[in-house]
């Protein structure tokens, strides 16, 4: 296939322009979903999570994917969405290695991202990624779109080697946002007109970015944006909010929204970006924006807290000891899984064997 557009032009396309050339057959921007695909991806979710309850449901969902093979491209760290695709993989019998150190991996000789993706999928049939560049999604994707190997589907449709991004740079985690979805969908048994408070770090938070995308394919919902001002929300996605009439406000501390708020989404000081302090110490949350066992009392009755994980001190640690339902993280972390398996199976188009039970 000869190359349509360079790679500096693809990267060079707005955001909205990209998700077009993606479509459905890589997972990058969460621009790239609409409600009939998220609803679509959290009953899938639900249905991998009951056929995986039976022996043989688990087994026959072994085979779907056993002719496959993936690699997870993970050079930033990762305990969770690592760990989660993993699982994913396994649940869905593909085959799969790692490269997680640039140390010890062609990229330290000085090989380019272009060049390491090209030998990639040259072996593999998938590849799922966490990098610290904004762009390096992208480019993986244009490298696969633009090399000679194809997979095929069943169906019989070829595709390039799908990239599926589990976090690039501060931007987005696409993923990450459709587990959010299908934890609130869970909680609050839908999203519509609901009210969301993001709190923390919205500025390099790539998390709460890509939630914040998927609220345009909801209802009335109002998001609310608790952070200093240092590390508010950028203009980029309170413009595509306002472009898209999803209402959101910033407040000044937890507890100025948190009698509003159906969902809490807690994220921790994204210091990774920041000048290392020479005692390797973290940057400590501010006291207005940390949940506290107190604020339990203050919370709506059927509203839940969340955080995507790796916490710090955003969250009193007491609250952990709490026996408490809308404490909802640990399980948030679980869906991300079943989340994961609904993604993989789509991609493979697979997902007609999960939903059949
Ligand atoms: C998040 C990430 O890597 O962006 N972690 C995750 O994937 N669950 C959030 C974070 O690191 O704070």
Redesign the pocket.
């Known amino acids: 296939m000869s190359v349509r557009i360079s790679l500096p032009e693809f990267l060079a396309l707005p955001d909205a322009e990209k998700v077009k050339h993606v479509g459905q057959r890589s997972i990058l921007f969460a621009q790239q979903f609409d409600r009939a695909d998220l609803d679509a991806y959290c009953k899938l979710a639900d249905a991998a999570r009951a056929l995986h309850k039976t022996p043989e449901g688990a087994s026959r969902m072994a085979g779907l994917l056993r002719h496959r093979m993936a690699l997870n491209f993970f050079v930033q760290p ?1 305990s ?2 690592f760990m989660s695709f993993n699982t994913a993989q396994a649940y869905l019998g593909l085959n799969r290695m790692s490269v997680r150190d640039v140390k010890i991996s062609s990229i330290s000789k000085g090989e380019t991202l272009v060049d390491s993706i090209r030998t990639f999928i040259s072996y593999v049939d998938l590849v799922v990624m966490r990098h610290d560049q904004d762009d390096a999604a992208a480019t993986a994707f244009w490298t696969s779109l633009n090399s000679h190997r194809r997979i095929t589907l069943p169906n019989g449709e070829e595709r390039p080697v799908p990239i599926v991004s589990g ?1 690039s740079g501060s931007k987005q ?1 696409p993923t ?1 946002a459709l587990l959010d979805v299908y934890t609130i969908e869970k909680s609050l048994g839908g999203i519509d007109g609901r009210t969301i408070m993001l709190v923390g770090d919205l500025k390099r ?3 709460v970015r890509s939630l914040s995308y998927l609220m345009r394919e909801y209802r009335d919902v109002r998001l609310l944006f608790a952070a200093p001002e240092r590390y508010q929300m950028l203009p980029d996605i309170t413009d595509f909010l306002d472009a898209h009439r999803v209402s959101w406000k910033k407040v000044g501390s937890i507890d100025e929204g948190i009698r509003e708020a159906d969902a809490i989404y807690m ?2 000081i ?1 210091d990774e970006w920041d000048a290392k302090p020479a005692d390797g110490s973290h940057a400590p949350a501010d006291d207005a924006f940390t949940f506290r066992l107190r604020h339990l009392d203050a919370m709506r009755a059927h509203a839940c807290l969340l955080h ?3 916490k710090r001190d955003e969250i009193e640690e007491a609250v952990d000891y709490v026996d408490d339902p809308r404490v909802m993280y640990w399980r948030q972390e679980r869906n991300g899984m079943w989340m994961r398996v609904a993604i993989l199976a789509r991609l493979f188009e697979v997902h007609h064997e999960i939903l059949r039970g």
């Open positions: 990762s969770r969405t976090g985690h990450q938070g790539r998390t994220t921790r994204q995507p994980l790796p």
